[in-house]
Nanobody
Framework: QVKLVESGGGLVQAGGSLRVSCAVS????????MAWFRQAPGKEREFVAY????????EYADSVKGRFTIFRDNAKNTVHLQMNSLKPEDTAVYHC????????????????????WGQGTQVSVSS
């Protein structure tokens, strides 16, 4: 059973930084697209960032572009999201997701393309 476990969430003031991490077990991520999504209270889960297996291509939601960085360590089976210049509107539960490249295809922005999910880690940004 593939398992994704997030860590690193917490409470930070606006303008601060936080790094959330995702450790994957029972499946090598070297052939998987890895992504971060987030879900704020009362809202749909939304795309934040993704990374292709080699890590050579990454994309971000417009709302986080220039502030967040996704990076992965395939040898350690981990993926991280470095979040800088945090804003109160970044407050949400952040979920790690994994999907095989052939299935994610050309649409890595939707939850349906990912086979495995973590339970999430809470990130709260105070104003």
């Amino acid at each position: 059973q593939v398992k994704l476990v997030e860590s690193g969430g917490g409470l930070v003031q606006a303008g601060g930084s936080l790094r959330v991490s995702c450790a994957v077990s029972e499946q090598s991520i070297s052939t998987y697209v890895m992504a971060w999504f987030r879900q704020a209270p009362g809202k749909e889960r939304e795309f934040v960032a993704y990374s292709i297996p080699s890590g050579g291509t990454t994309e971000y939601a417009d709302s986080v572009k220039g502030r967040f960085t996704i990076f992965r360590d395939n040898a350690k089976n981990t993926v991280h999201l470095q979040m800088n210049s945090l804003k109160p509107e970044d407050t949400a539960v952040y979920h790690c997701a994994a999907g095989p490249t052939w299935y994610v295809g050309s649409n890595p922005y939707v939850t349906e393309r990912y086979s495995y999910w973590g339970q999430g880690t809470q990130v709260s940004v105070s104003s």
